[in-house]
């Protein structure tokens, strides 16, 4: 199967499962020391409590292997239907619009980029408290 495949495959399974509803959760302790994650165009840095140093990624490399690729919309798909969780640092990767949920619009966008039909525009520079973030679980 072809890369063009999985991606269309992925992108109907969104607009199927976004139909059924959605559980609405707050990130509440699940950051474990992370306290805020900042956007740039095409990065994510996760900044943690104390003295400990800032990490830097590829915005939208849910898994943080330093690659754009199906295996992050994979991932984050997963997450959003509830069948697996993530690592604070994950689901600071995952919030690819920056609107502070993580759910299904965030696999649309990184999809789009991901295929090259649209690059992340938005934000240039957005600071979020990991204290706002809420998740959309899909069932």
């Given at each position: 199967?072809?890369k063009k495949k999985i991606i269309?495959?992925?992108?109907?399974?969104?607009?199927?499962?976004?139909?059924?509803?959605?559980?609405?959760?707050?990130?509440?302790?699940?950051?474990?020391?992370?306290?805020?994650?900042?956007?740039?165009?095409?990065?994510?840095?996760?900044?943690?409590?104390?003295?400990?140093?800032?990490?830097?990624?590829?915005?939208?490399?849910?898994?943080?292997?330093?690659?754009?690729?199906?295996?992050?919309?994979?991932?984050?798909?997963?997450?959003?239907?509830?069948?697996?969780?993530?690592?604070?640092?994950?689901?600071?990767?995952?919030?690819?619009?920056?609107?502070?949920?993580?759910?299904?619009?965030d696999v649309e966008v990184l999809?789009?980029?991901?295929?090259?039909?649209?690059?992340?525009?938005?934000?240039?520079?957005?600071?979020?408290?990991?204290?706002?973030?809420?998740?959309?679980?899909?069932?």
């Open positions: 199967m072809n269309a495959g992925l992108i109907s399974a969104v607009t199927a499962f976004s139909t059924l509803g959605a559980i609405s959760a707050n990130a509440g302790m699940l950051f474990n020391g992370v306290v805020r994650y900042d956007l740039t165009m095409d990065r994510v840095m996760i900044a943690y409590e104390g003295h400990r140093p800032s990490e830097w990624y590829r915005r939208g490399d849910v898994n943080g292997d330093d690659k754009l690729n199906v295996t992050d919309i994979v991932k984050l798909n997963a997450f959003i239907k509830g069948k697996n969780g993530l690592t604070p640092q994950e689901i600071c990767r995952a919030d690819v619009n920056g609107d502070k949920w993580i759910d299904a619009t999809t789009a980029k991901i295929k090259g039909t649209k690059n992340f525009s938005e934000p240039i520079y957005h600071s979020i408290s990991t204290s706002e973030v809420r998740f959309r679980i899909y069932y």
